[in-house]
């Protein structure tokens, strides 16, 4: 497999990305990596305690909670 590389052309030059903002990121897991989510629920229902949802597996849990520490470091 070929190794990933930091890609930084789709940066804009004339953004300045340390200011405060909503930015949008993806994360690639390798196919071996444990999955992150899984769905629960019943399709068939749209609202209630059976509606489908997203459940944070462990793996899952930890990176959520490494994005909430970095959200709470960076909010001044």
Do not use: C, W
């Not at 004339?14 to 994360?27: E, N, P, Q, R, V």
């Not at 629960?40 to 909430?68: F, H, K, N, W, Y």
């Amino acid at each position: 497999m070929k190794a990933l590389r930091a890609r930084m052309t789709r940066r804009a030059n004339f953004h300045d990305y340390t200011l405060a903002g909503i930015y949008m990121f993806t994360i690639f897991r390798h196919q071996n990596a444990p999955s992150l989510s899984q769905i629960s629920g019943d399709p068939q229902r749209a609202v209630g305690v059976d509606a489908p949802r997203v459940v944070l597996l462990p793996t899952g849990r930890i990176l959520d909670d490494e994005i909430q520490k970095t959200m709470e470091l960076r909010s001044e």
